[in-house]
């Protein structure tokens, strides 16, 4: 039970109902959706016809469901999830906009149910290939039903780890020279381009680590408490321009420090 008496179980199945049909309006949206392409931040940070569609699917189901509360999302204005105590709902319509632009698999719907700015239930839904990666607060994660457990990796340079670039040039520029030295401390480098699914792979195992500078609330509320609920050492943002840090227990003091040494984390 939720610290406001609100059944986390419940909000799950509120998250997974929502999600799956916001998934499937996004996958047979696509078609017409890659033709209506605006901007946000920088040419290269797109958002399409069908990322507004789905959040506003969201807020209408959700207003539904959950009639007054509050939802945060990436399109339009709404909640703020900061602390107060009720129930605040934070969306990520098409997390990995470009993926889901090119044709790219790795995109998702993220939902999550946040009290006081903590996640307590979350569904992270792949509209290309059906999957449900889902999480109570304390209830463990799971994907398509079944529990999931981060890797047991202890060393760094047997370890695959998976980040991601900042849409800005000058950002991304840094971010390559600080990975560069990374590059030599570990077995790989993988950058799928969707934080919510990268989240998830941290708790599935197939991937030891993760990290990004510049995530938004929406880009980590849902898999966050996924990898958390999985086992996985989580450090979040104070900040948008904040590192997230997501990794399995025994790399995690090497990458951290890893990540020090090389300057990353002063990106």
């Known amino acids: ?38 901007t946000k931040t920088s040419e290269t940070d797109v958002v399409t016809a069908a990322d507004v569609a789905v959040e506003r699917l969201v807020r209408e189901r959700l207003a539904e469901r959950r009639p007054g509360e509050p939802v945060l999302g990436e399109e339009e204005a709404g909640g703020s999830g900061a602390p107060g105590g009720g129930v605040c709902w934070v969306v990520d319509p098409i997390d990995g906009t470009v993926n889901y632009l090119y044709g790219l698999p790795w995109y998702a719907v993220s939902l999550a149910a946040q009290v006081d700015g903590e996640s307590v239930a979350a569904a992270v839904v792949e509209p290309a290939s059906g999957r449900r990666w889902t999480a109570t607060r304390g209830g463990g994660a799971f994907l398509d039903g079944r529990r999931l457990r981060v890797s047991s990796a202890t060393r760094l340079e047997l370890s695959l780890i998976s980040t991601g670039f900042a849409y800005r040039a000058e950002r991304r520029s840094r971010q390559a020279a ?19 699914l990268d989240l998830c792979a941290v708790a599935a195992g197939w991937v ?13 509320a849902g898999g966050a408490l996924i990898a958390a609920e999985a086992g996985a050492v989580v450090r979040l943002p104070e900040s948008e321009a904040g590192l997230t840090f997501v990794t399995t227990p025994g790399i995690a003091e090497e990458l951290w420090a890893a990540l020090g040494e090389t300057g990353y984390r002063d990106i």
């Open 1 to 38: 039970m939720g610290p406001v008496g609100v059944a986390e179980g419940d909000l799950l199945d509120i998250a997974i109902e929502v999600a799956v049909e916001a998934a499937e309006l996004a996958r047979t949206a696509r078609e017409a959706a890659i033709h209506d392409v605006d």
């Open 178 to 196: 600080a990975m560069a030295s990374l590059l030599g401390r570990v077995r790989d480098i993988r950058r799928p381009g969707a934080a919510s």
């Open 208 to 220: 030891d680590g993760y990290f990004e500078h510049g995530l938004h609330r929406w880009d980590w």
